[in-house]
């Protein structure tokens, strides 16, 4: 049964993922930093599914150790879910600071 909801949300977050890179594509930028983002708390749903029901006051590189420590992942499936929150992480980070700077440029141009 925890597989089969690690199947579903593994899922959902790589559709979000994908969407959040097709917004970014299309220069949706506001657009994809909230599809990165609900990946993101569909992992951390994930961990609590998993068995830790107090992620929210870990940092987010613990939550996949969490992941390792309470459940019997195969190497494959903890790969994945490790890939897929630094995929997100490095994607939102991309996007933030291209917004960051578009708005430091229009403020220097007006």
């Not at 925890?2 to 977050?13: D, H, M, N």
């Not at 897929?84 to 141009?109: G, P, T």
Request: with cysteine; aromatic share 6%.
């Amino acid at each position: 049964m925890i597989f089969g909801k690690l199947k579903r949300i593994s899922e959902a977050t790589t559709k979000k993922t994908l969407r959040g890179t097709q917004c970014y594509k299309d220069k949706k930028y506001r657009e994809a930093i909230g599809k990165y983002h609900r990946a993101l708390l569909e992992i951390k749903g994930l961990c609590r599914v998993l068995g830790d029901p107090d992620t929210g006051s870990k940092p987010p590189s613990s939550l996949l150790t969490t992941i390792c420590k309470s459940t019997t992942l195969t190497d494959e499936q903890k790969g994945a879910m490790e890939n897929a929150e630094l995929e997100c992480y490095n994607s939102l980070a991309v996007v933030k600071i291209l917004v960051k700077s578009n708005k430091e440029f229009i403020y220097k141009l007006g």
